[in-house]
């Protein structure tokens, strides 16, 4: 008798515990496909309209995209054209409400914000570098002639100058400068 009543506990708590917990939607999924490229997957059968917000940082939304099916569907976005950062995708409809919003990283942001630099043309053969570090997170400056490599260096300090003179170039404008961080992802400079 004991035992069953054990029992009987047991299962009313596990099944209290069960029904209280959250539980994920699993009808909504998304899933990357290439870079910057993702598919949305509804697994059921929508109840009316659904509508897909994708927001930027700032919790804007920067493209609404309303979808009517009567059956299982997906659908692809290719999100190329939008700047690097963090971006969050909210699916929903007006009979249920929000059924999931997914996180998207692509990729880090802009170098700009983490460094200044300036690039100067002294004559026609010499370019003055100076930068200042804002973050004092190592950076690497490449420089290249008509896309081969000709200088490489880490920048590890808060300040960065130098000239550069060009002796077997014909013109200044085959010269360009990158700054990347430890990831590879980098801008390009121009010279002003």
Request: proline share 3%; aromatic share 10%; hydrophobic share 40%.
């Amino acid at each position: 008798m004991r035992l069953i009543i054990a029992t009987l506990l047991a299962f009313t708590f596990s099944t209290a515990v069960f029904a209280t917990a959250p539980v994920e939607n699993p009808i909504v999924t998304l899933e990357k496909i290439g870079e910057k490229r993702f598919q949305l997957k509804y697994n059921g059968i929508p109840d009316g309209k659904v509508t897909v917000a994708i927001k930027d940082e700032s919790n804007r939304i920067i493209y609404r995209d309303v979808i009517e099916s009567e059956k299982v569907f997906f659908k692809n976005y290719d999100l190329n054209k939008l700047d690097l950062g963090n971006y969050q995708i909210e699916v929903f409809n007006a009979e249920v409400g929000k059924l999931s919003d997914f996180e998207v990283n692509l990729g880090p942001k802009s170098l700009e914000k983490t460094y200044f630099a300036k690039v100067t043309e002294l004559d026609d053969q010499t370019l003055a570098l100076v930068l200042k570090n804002l973050n004092g997170v190592e950076k690497k400056l490449e420089i290249f002639d008509n896309g081969r490599l000709v200088f490489e260096a880490p920048i590890t300090g808060e300040t960065f100058g130098r000239k550069f003179k060009f002796e077997n170039v014909t013109s200044l404008e085959s010269i360009s400068i990158k700054i990347s961080d430890k990831s590879g992802f980098g801008n390009f400079l121009s010279v002003r």
